[in-house]
């Protein structure tokens, strides 16, 4: 069974949830933007850009609650760290390189 214990090498908790509450406020100010014109039928590159930005907000949504368990900076799939610099680059990350790496080929 993984060691559960935060990542020695990451922020602490509190800095770790302003910046993925921040990240989550700006994407949520962006979605509301275009939501009166991201229809299919209206504008489909407002649609698909919409449906992103929906996916990484249940993304830094599900990392809030990570570090609300005391899991945040763990991979989901093997529970090893994920690296810093990955989480640096993406807060919202779930899984390490190697699993995603592997999930991406699949």
Same mark, same amino acid.
């Given at each position: ?31 509301? *933007?275009?939501?009166?014109? $991201?229809?299919?039928? #209206?504008? &489909?590159? =407002? ?8 996916? @990484? ?22 529970? *090893?760290?994920?690296?810093? $610099?990955?989480?640096? #680059?993406? &807060?919202? =990350? ?8 592997? @999930?991406?080929?699949?």
């Amino acid at each position: 069974m993984p060691d559960l214990t935060p990542v020695a090498d990451l922020p602490p908790s509190a800095a770790i949830a302003s910046r993925l509450e921040s990240l989550l406020r700006d994407r949520e100010t962006v979605l509301r *933007e275009l939501e009166p014109r $991201a229809l299919p039928t #209206v504008d &489909p590159v =407002a649609y698909q850009t919409a449906a992103s930005h929906r996916a @990484v907000i249940r993304q830094l949504t599900d990392a809030l609650e990570r570090v609300a368990a005391g899991t945040y900076g763990l991979c989901g799939r093997c529970g *090893e760290p994920i690296a810093p $610099a990955r989480l640096e #680059v993406l &807060p919202q =990350a779930s899984a390490c390189i190697g699993c995603q790496s592997r @999930v991406d080929a699949a």
